[in-house]
């Protein structure tokens, strides 16, 4: 199956779901605020994402922190494997619409068919935007990139990304498009927060 064709099932979100929950234990222990040193307390707060018709069930809530310190309460929001920051798609709605594009007739119809979703064709254009140019000048994409045996070129990105996790992984669109997850979590969360000292990693069986 090509990743055009790929579509989520429910045992795919509830790994990603566990992995957010996996990075939010590790950061209560580990994290400190980058304000003040302090104690990271959880403070969750909703989501309504769209991109993900029969994976969600009841509510859902990000994964944030705020400091214990009552003089700072900074808030912390560490990188999701489900969310993609402040868009209303999910991440993997996001990062394959943005690696694919459009394949043809989504000129005509203006929607993107990918990963059971139909983004605008001028979200994922932005989307592909903000990965060439946003994201490749970014300190997480520095520290990834050092961490790839072939990175790609700030223009193929997120194709590119994917592509190398494919030819260094077992290829199926599960994997393909999990572990390419989690080196985009890994990467923001190391950039953003060096004091986590590199003690924070999860890692996932994708097979789905």
């Given at each position: 199956m090509s990743l055009r064709e790929w579509a989520p099932v429910r045992k795919f979100f509830a790994h990603l779901e566990r992995c957010d929950g996996e990075m939010a234990e590790q950061i209560a222990v580990w994290g400190r605020c980058a304000r003040c040193g302090g104690k990271l307390h959880r403070a969750d707060f909703p989501r309504v994402p769209r991109g993900g018709a029969g994976l969600l069930s009841g509510s859902v809530r990000r994964v944030s922190f705020c400091c214990a310190a009552r003089e700072c309460r900074r808030r912390f929001t560490p990188p999701s494997f489900r969310f993609a920051d402040r868009k209303w798609y999910l991440l993997f709605v996001v990062v394959v619409a943005a690696a694919l594009g459009p394949a043809g007739a989504e000129h005509v119809t203006g929607r993107v068919r990918v990963a059971g979703a139909s983004p605008a064709l001028r979200s994922v254009r932005r989307?592909?935007?903000?990965?060439?140019?946003?994201?490749?000048?970014?300190?997480?994409?520095?520290?990834?990139?050092?961490?790839?045996?072939?990175?790609?070129?700030?223009?193929?990105?997120?194709?590119?990304?994917?592509?190398?996790?494919?030819?260094?992984?077992?290829?199926?669109?599960?994997?393909?498009?999990?572990?390419?997850?989690?080196?985009?979590?890994?990467?923001?969360?190391?950039?953003?927060?060096?004091?986590?000292?590199?003690?924070i990693t999860i890692r996932r069986d994708w097979h789905c």
């Amino acid at each position: 199956m090509s990743l055009r064709e790929w579509a989520p099932v429910r045992k795919f979100f509830a790994h990603l779901e566990r992995c957010d929950g996996e990075m939010a234990e590790q950061i209560a222990v580990w994290g400190r605020c980058a304000r003040c040193g302090g104690k990271l307390h959880r403070a969750d707060f909703p989501r309504v994402p769209r991109g993900g018709a029969g994976l969600l069930s009841g509510s859902v809530r990000r994964v944030s922190f705020c400091c214990a310190a009552r003089e700072c309460r900074r808030r912390f929001t560490p990188p999701s494997f489900r969310f993609a920051d402040r868009k209303w798609y999910l991440l993997f709605v996001v990062v394959v619409a943005a690696a694919l594009g459009p394949a043809g007739a989504e000129h005509v119809t203006g929607r993107v068919r990918v990963a059971g979703a139909s983004p605008a064709l001028r979200s994922v254009r932005r989307w592909q935007r903000g990965y060439r140019h946003e994201f490749s000048a970014s300190a997480a994409w520095q520290w990834l990139r050092g961490r790839l045996p072939e990175p790609p070129a700030a223009a193929e990105l997120p194709q590119g990304l994917l592509r190398c996790v494919q030819q260094h992984g077992r290829g199926s669109p599960e994997a393909t498009i999990g572990e390419t997850i989690n080196l985009l979590v890994h990467a923001g969360l190391t950039s953003a927060v060096g004091h986590f000292g590199g003690q924070i990693t999860i890692r996932r069986d994708w097979h789905c």
